[in-house]
Each structure stands twice: as structure tokens, then as C-alpha cells.
């Protein structure tokens, strides 16, 4: 069992409101991402960190910003959320990325977002 | 582009049978490939994983094949349970690590 863990796990909210997913984990990863999932479908990363004071845009473009100032916690934070931004959240994390290593990453339960 | 892509997004096997769930990958250079289990409300979880000088890795119930000639990866399960219902994934490590669509798993009773 992975301990990384993301809150709300369910947050239903209105258009043009600033929102911040939360994410911590205890292992001790330097590698943390944030993918979009919508149900049952490829996972998208949006963003990942490699350590404290890193963070990297993934592959989808995505109005949402992260910050990483402690090793254990990698928040979401959207501006202004809209209807399209309803998805779901996945936060993960690894160690650090070595081309002699594994690179499984644990992921988090996932928060459900639905923007009104 | 580099894609990973899954077979069939959806699969149906009758309680006990074996189960395969196939996955195509397009980078050569791609070392490392992991296979993903997420059941439904659940962020995906690790099953196994498999290095490019491999060509067969055995869990628990569980076996993964690379063919690194025709570029494709498959997750065998061995008499499928009805716990094992869930969305696979499959991901691929080149310069990055890109997951494919998914195959969501059926077990029939």
C-alpha cells in the first residue's frame, strides 16, 4: 500500500472559483507528477517535479500551477476552474527518474473535480 | 509520435479462465515497460514490471511478455478472479514515461 494521499478526494465547485488540490506523500520520493484522467481513459501528466523548488509542465497544456517547497507535498492550485477543467486528478510520485532504476510510480487515490 | 496503445478497450473473460491483455508500443529506445491495475474510484496500482533485456517476467498469478521485435507487451493472469476487474494500463519508459489507453477487464461469472 502506497502512502501518498490526495484531499478532497470529491469537490464540486462553481466557475471562476481558485481551487488547490492537495498531495503528500511519506516515502521520501523526489519525483512527483499530476496527471488528468478522465473515467476509465489514458492518463495525461500535467505536471512533475523532480525535487524541492522543481517543477516541469507535462505533455497537456493545462491552466493549472504547482509548487513544490517541501519533498512530501506537490499542490495543484487552478486559478480560475471552468467546466472543462472537470476530470480527474492523479498525483504520483517515484524516485528519482535513473535510467539503472525502476520507475514505478505510486499513485494517490485521485480527487474527482466537476466544475459547474 | 511516440503512442502506447492497448489492443482492445474492452475484455471479457469467464471466472477462472487465463486472461491476456495486449499492448502495442512505438519507441524501440523505450528501457523500461510497467503494467498498471486501477479499479474503479482508485488510482492506478503497480503489478509488474518488465526491463528491455527481458523477455518474460513471473509475479503472483501474473506474467509479463515483451517482444521487442514487433514492439508489444502483454499482461497474462492466470485463473482470473473477479477482483482482478479493473482498467490495465501499460506504460513505457524512453525519454519519458507515457501510459497507454487502457483495457478495462470483465469477469464473467
Known amino acids: 500500500e502506497a502512502d501518498i494521499y490526495q484531499t478532497p478526494r470529491y469537490l464540486v465547485i462553481g466557475t471562476g472559483k481558485k481551487i488547490t488540490l492537495e498531495c503528500s506523500q511519506t516515502m521520501g520520493h523526489d519525483k512527483m507528477y499530476w496527471y488528468q484522467q478522465d473515467p476509465g481513459m489514458e492518463l495525461h501528466l500535467i505536471h512533475y517535479?523532480?525535487?524541492?523548488?522543481?517543477?516541469e509542465k507535462g505533455d497537456l497544456s493545462s491552466e493549472s500551477t504547482v509548487s513544490r517547497i517541501r519533498t512530501e507535498h506537490f499542490p495543484l492550485t487552478l486559478e480560475s476552474a471552468r467546466p472543462s477543467h472537470t476530470s480527474q486528478y492523479l498525483c504520483?510520485?517515484?524516485?528519482?527518474?535513473?535510467?539503472?532504476?525502476?520507475?514505478?510510480?505510486?499513485f494517490g487515490p485521485g480527487t474527482r473535480l466537476t466544475v459547474l | 509520435g511516440e503512442s502506447v496503445g492497448l489492443h482492445l478497450p474492452t475484455l471479457s473473460v469467464q471466472e477462472g479462465d487465463n486472461s491476456i491483455i495486449n499492448c502495442a508500443y512505438s519507441?524501440?529506445?523505450?528501457?523500461?515497460f510497467i503494467w498498471y491495475k486501477q479499479e474503479s474510484g482508485k488510482g492506478p496500482q503497480f503489478i509488474i514490471d518488465?526491463?528491455?533485456?527481458?523477455d518474460k517476467r513471473q509475479g503472483q498469478r501474473v506474467t509479463v511478455l515483451l517482444n521487442k521485435t514487433v514492439k508489444h507487451l502483454s499482461l497474462q493472469i492466470a485463473a482470473t478472479q473477479p477482483g482482478d476487474s479493473a482498467v490495465y494500463f501499460c506504460a513505457e519508459r524512453g525519454d519519458k514515461i507515457i501510459f497507454g489507453k487502457g483495457t478495462r477487464l470483465h469477469i464473467l461469472p
Open positions: 517535479s523532480y525535487g524541492v523548488n522543481s517543477t
Open positions: 519507441n524501440s529506445a523505450s528501457d523500461y
Open positions: 518488465i526491463r528491455s533485456n527481458m
Open positions: 504520483a510520485s517515484s524516485v528519482l527518474w535513473s535510467r539503472l532504476a525502476s520507475d514505478t510510480q505510486y
